[in-house]
Nanobody, 127 residues
Framework: QVQLVESGGGLVQAGGSLRLSCAVS????????MGWFRQAPGKEREFVAAISWSGGSTHYADSVKGRFTISRDNAKNTVYLQMNSLKPEDTAVYYC????????????????????WGQGTQVTVSS
């Protein structure tokens, strides 16, 4: 059983910052490939950022490139999304996702690539 627990969402003014965290709990040790997605009201879920199992490779959606940073601490089984210069259009429910692919250096950017999902955390950016 793999569980993902997100935290760190909230309400922030435009130009502000938030850091989301996603802790992966599992019964056996594995290093997962991780990603962040978001879904705004009335829109489809979209890719935000992803990181390989090692942390050595990352990829970002164009809309967040230069403002968001994904990172991970494998000792803590936790992945982070640092969000700076937030805009009202960043308002959405943010979801953490994980999948195990062994020790291959690849970044998973499609929601279809992930088997495990968190419950989501709301991020609201006011103008």
């Amino acid at each position: 059983q793999v569980q993902l627990v997100e935290s760190g969402g909230g309400l922030v003014q435009a130009g502000g910052s938030l850091r989301l965290s996603c802790a992966v709990s599992r019964r056996t040790y594995r290093t997962y490939h991780m990603g962040w997605f978001r879904q705004a009201p009335g829109k489809e879920r979209e890719f935000v950022a992803a990181i390989s199992w090692s942390g050595g490779s990352t990829h970002y959606a164009d809309s967040v490139k230069g403002r968001f940073t994904i990172s991970r601490d494998n000792a803590k089984n936790t992945v982070y999304l640092q969000m700076n210069s937030l805009k009202p259009e960043d308002t959405a429910v943010y979801y953490c996702a994980a999948d195990y692919r062994g020790y291959i250096e690849v970044v998973l950017t499609s929601s279809d690539d992930y088997r495990y999902w968190g419950q989501g955390t709301q991020v609201t950016v006011s103008s």
